[in-house]
């Protein structure tokens, strides 16, 4: 079957890092994504991976690893603004059909 | 470049009766998903129009549900009749090409079935 886990809840301080863990076991694989999505709003793209290794974009980072299965997100010099649930997805094949998490509830504190 | 406008954003309805979402993507994007999220549950696919075509709907739940996309511009999803399970937000997303890379979401449809 189909199955992306990801931790329910995560608290973190203001100016710390915080990593997200995602681990998939999906039939077929052509990327994965992180997503941001405040309450009430649109998924916003964060980051997309299909090679395995580190994709750095100014305070995110997200890291690969196909043969473990395995991805992460992280956020550095953490800002209140950062508290949203974070979206772990994958897409299985080549039509852009993802499979996501249940996603990561983020709190950041003061 | 406006976004991805899904309406209502909200609806609530009674068991038995019909509703229509509706869901323009941004202009030019030729892929058109529809996604929905159950209350504690994974945002799951439900199907994937490429222009007025049904490329993939093996998501859709039952029969009940029905989307229609005229023309390759804006899309409509009908449930008809609603059941209480099929409360949720309904999502839609559009992409210039397939393959999940440069997808851009809606803010969905909150759909409370009483």
């Known amino acids: 079957g189909q199955n992306i886990d990801q931790p329910t809840e995560m608290t973190a301080t203001e100016g710390a890092i915080v990593q997200i863990n995602c681990t998939y076991q999906?039939?077929?694989?052509?990327?994965l994504f992180w997503y941001q999505q405040h309450a009430g709003e649109a998924p916003t793209f964060l980051s997309y991976?299909?090679?395995?290794g580190l994709e750095e974009k100014g305070r995110f980072s997200s890291f690969l690893s196909r043969s473990k299965g395995y991805s992460y997100l992280l956020l550095k010099e953490l800002q209140m603004k950062d508290s949203a649930s974070y979206l772990c997805?994958?897409?299985?094949?080549?039509?852009?059909?993802?499979?996501f998490g249940k996603g990561t509830k983020l709190s950041v504190k003061p | 470049e406006a976004g991805v406008t899904q309406f209502p954003s909200h609806s609530v309805i009674e068991k038995g009766q019909t509703v229509t979402l509706r869901c323009d993507p941004i202009?030019?994007?030729?892929?058109l998903y529809w996604y929905r999220r159950v209350m504690g549950k994974e945002i799951k696919f439900l199907l994937h129009?490429?222009?007025?075509?049904?490329?993939?709907e093996s998501g859709m739940p039952n029969n009940r549900f029905l989307a229609e996309r005229t023309g390759g511009t804006y899309s409509t999803l009908k449930v008809q009749p609603a059941e209480l399970e099929d409360s949720g937000v309904y999502f839609c997303?559009?992409?210039?090409?397939?393959?999940?890379?440069?997808?851009?979401f809606g803010s969905g449809t909150r759909l409370t079935v009483v």
């Open positions: 999906t039939s077929g694989f052509n990327g």
């Open positions: 129009f490429v222009k007025e075509s049904k490329q993939d």
């Open positions: 991976n299909v090679l395995d």
């Open positions: 997805a994958v897409n299985r094949g080549s039509q852009g059909n993802l499979i």
């Open positions: 202009s030019g994007h030729d892929n």
């Open positions: 997303a559009s992409s210039q090409v397939a393959g999940g890379y440069g997808y851009t």
